[in-house]
């Protein structure tokens, strides 16, 4: 299966909401230091996401000039790299 064009990673700018878009149609989100906060399914229609989490909970957002708008967030897409260094600077820093 190829990638969809909008799989990847989204974040707030300030990091603490992460959506790890993944090609395969399902999403992981992280809220601050829980990762793995949500998990669940994805659709995409042109610029618009349907979410389906594992519980059964619903979400949407869209894509608009390249930014996710979702759930009155903004999320922009992030490189894993810089953002897994970013995660874990901002972890050792509120580890006991």
Do not use: C, K, N
């Amino acid at each position: 299966m190829s990638a969809h064009p909008y799989a990847g990673l989204w974040s707030t700018d300030d990091g603490r909401i992460r959506h790890r878009l993944l090609p395969d149609g399902r999403y992981d989100e992280a809220r601050g230091d829980r990762e793995h906060a949500y998990r669940g399914q994805y659709w995409v229609e042109g610029d618009h996401i349907e979410y389906l989490d594992d519980t059964g909970f619903t979400a949407d957002g869209d894509f608009i000039d390249g930014v996710l708008h979702h759930a009155g967030m903004v999320l922009r897409r992030q490189s894993d790299s810089t953002t897994t260094t970013d995660e874990r600077t901002r972890h050792a820093g509120t580890a006991s």
